[in-house]
């Protein structure tokens, strides 16, 4: 099984930054462990639809992400770390979410598929 544990969660005011990190750990049932994994952040605001906000292959530098916060957010990994970032920067109330870490074993063009997850971290962003 792969243990994902998010954190860097908080309250920030429009236009603020914030990070996020994912620590990563274990393997799939087929064997895959970090290196070869694909790791993806997520986001639920109250009352809407889980969303997928960007996603990355832990080997190579492919990344997807929702166009809602392409160019504001960036999603990076290290390997050293068994750990994966989300920056995000420029942020607006509509930002407000629980976001999650999830991973998966590749390949993963979508957001979909992703079965371990974290339990989530509240990121608040005022006016």
């Known amino acids: 099984q792969v243990q994902v544990v998010e954190s860097g969660g908080g309250s920030v005011h429009a236009g603020g930054s914030l990070k996020l990190s994912c620590a990563v750990s274990g393997q799939t049932y087929s064997g895959y462990t970090y290196s070869r994994l694909c790791v993806a952040w997520f986001r639920q605001a109250p009352g809407k639809e889980r969303e997928g906000v960007a996603r990355?292959?832990?080997?190579?530098?492919?990344?997807l992400y929702a166009d809602s916060v392409k160019g504001r957010f960036t999603i990076s990994q290290d390997n050293a770390k068994n750990t994966v970032y989300l920056q995000m920067n420029s942020l607006k109330p509509e930002d407000t979410a629980v976001y999650y870490c999830a991973a998966r074993g590749p390949p993963c063009p979508s957001f979909e598929g992703f079965d371990s997850w974290g339990r989530g971290t509240q990121v608040t962003v005022s006016s």
């Open positions: 990355i292959y832990t080997y190579g530098s492919t990344t």
